[in-house]
């Protein structure tokens, strides 16, 4: 603070919230007719592969406690929240309405806007409804036709109050984490088949677009991406080939089609060059083409840094990310030991830098940013609250970067942790907490965190 004045201040109308998932909040995972997800049926038959056994109905019960919560939000200043529709609670058989879910969505919507919290409503985080998996999820193009099915059901339901909505977050995920790397169900290791996935993950979000368009209602629609700037080791040849194929697979595979229409010319030589290429339908570079996104969601945690491939090539499975480059560990890093990820706050700068400069300076947000770390009840107080300085810190620098990109003219219009109270994660389930508010989950209490207060004058003041 200068004189009392904040020294940074964010743009008038600057968005600052939080946001969430349906799976990894909602709890009542069998409740109010909700068909299960790929989530609920992984737990049942691998309840080993979530951390200390706990599964996607312990979630932090939003479902029941909405109104609370969202007053919670107010208390703290937030103008705005994302979280998302879960496929399988709307349409339980992938066809038909179902009323419960209609009414849970809408009564959150409402005593979101009532509270002065602007919803932002996305599609798709990671919960294929586990019917449309036993048919091959993203692989099979009726799901993707499912997807815009539901799409235009959740733009007729909510469209009148809803004005921001996102098609997906982080669509590369599944496809690395699924379909790459064994971390999520379906647990498949097969690049052919992760092109494919990816390649109907994005006409699934044109389609999703050119059905809102269809609605001809007043909001926008975009896309949330991870993106993970790639610098290379060095400015050796080889080094940067690496980075700038990581960043092709990693970030260009989704943001060219969203953002520009059409893939990276050097992203399909490669494919192709490698047989990977997925199967086409006339009409499907037009559909991308057309429906290209409003807006950005970016969910910045590390960077990707890389070198050229120095390790063993390992061909037992087909040919892979990995064959094109390794990664490397800079010496100067910093590093959340409890996630095990970068922390590298000039990375958010260096993205809203790239929009501006290559992709049309379209408008953007932070969608996600945030600090997971475990047994935070060490940080607690007296009074029981946590002192995570540590958090308030991690968010002050990061916003000091994005701060610095929006005076070089970045077109960024808002700043949303992860997250609003600790819930959920997919593998890590309960171990990493990154709420402003903590989350007892033996007794679903909620407490504020030092890190909440802080934010609660940030939001007022626009800034800090
Ligand atoms: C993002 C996701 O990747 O990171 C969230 O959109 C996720 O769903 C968050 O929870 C933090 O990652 P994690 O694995 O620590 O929960």
Redo the contacts with the bound molecule.
């Keep these: 603070m200068v004189l009392g004045l904040s020294k940074y201040v964010f743009p008038e109308g600057f968005l600052w919230g939080a946001?969430a998932?349906g799976t990894?909040t909602e709890g009542a995972a069998s409740e109010g007719g909700k068909a299960k997800n790929i989530w609920d049926h992984w737990y049942e038959i691998a309840p080993e592969r979530f951390y200390q056994g706990v599964g996607p109905a312990e979630t932090s019960d939003f479902y029941h406690q909405y109104k609370d919560d969202i007053k919670r939000m107010k208390d703290i200043n937030m103008n705005s929240f994302r979280t998302s529709i879960s496929w399988s609670r709307l349409l339980p058989d992938g066809v038909n309405v179902n009323q419960e879910a209609v009414d849970f969505y809408q009564n959150v919507i409402d005593e979101l806007i009532d509270n002065g919290v602007k919803p932002i409503i996305n599609l798709y985080?990671?919960d294929m409804p586990f019917h449309f998996q036993e048919i091959g999820g993203w692989e099979n193009r009726k799901v993707v036709e499912s997807f815009a099915h539901y799409a235009k059901t959740a733009f007729q339901l909510f469209g009148d109050k809803v004005k921001l909505w996102t098609t997906f977050?982080?669509p590369i995920?599944p496809v690395e984490m699924g379909y790459l790397n064994d971390f999520h169900y379906p647990c498949v290791v097969d690049m052919k088949r992760a092109v494919t996935v990816a390649y109907h993950t994005m006409l699934a979000s044109a389609m999703a677009i050119e059905e809102y368009r269809k609605t001809k209602q007043d909001g926008e629609v975009g896309i949330?991406l991870?993106l993970t700037p790639s610098y290379p080791r060095s400015e050796d040849e080889e080094d940067v080939k690496a980075a700038r194929i990581a960043d092709l697979f990693f970030n260009r595979s989704f943001l060219d089609p969203s953002v520009l229409g059409e893939y990276p010319s050097e992203l399909i030589e490669l494919i192709k060059e490698h047989d990977l290429m997925p199967e086409t339908v006339e009409g499907d570079r037009e559909l991308i083409k057309s429906n290209v996104v409003d807006f950005l969601g970016v969910?910045y945690?590390q960077p990707r840094r890389v070198k050229k491939k120095e390790s063993p090539i390992d061909d037992s499975q087909g040919i892979l990310p990995s064959h094109f480059g390794d990664p490397y560990i800079w010496p100067e890093r910093r590093m959340n030991p409890h996630?095990g990820w970068e922390i590298y706050e000039k990375g958010l700068y260096d993205i809203a830098i790239n929009i501006k400069d290559n992709y049309n300076n379209i408008p953007w947000y932070v969608a996600?940013n945030?600090m997971?770390v475990s047994d935070e009840e060490r940080f607690m107080d007296d009074s029981g609250m946590i002192q995570d300085d540590y958090r308030i810190e991690f968010y002050q620098e990061h916003l000091k970067w994005l701060h610095k990109g929006i005076q070089e003219g970045s077109n960024c219009f808002g700043f949303q942790v992860?997250?609003f109270m600790d819930?959920w994660?997919?593998?890590?389930a309960y171990k990493?907490r990154?709420g402003f508010y903590r989350v007892d989950i033996n007794t679903q209490e909620r407490h504020l965190k030092k890190s909440g207060l802080w934010f609660k004058e940030v939001a007022k003041h626009n800034g800090f």
């Design positions: 946001a998932s990894q985080h990671f977050n982080e995920v949330i991870n969910n945690y996630r996600e945030g997971g992860w997250t819930n994660s997919w593998l890590n990493n990154y």
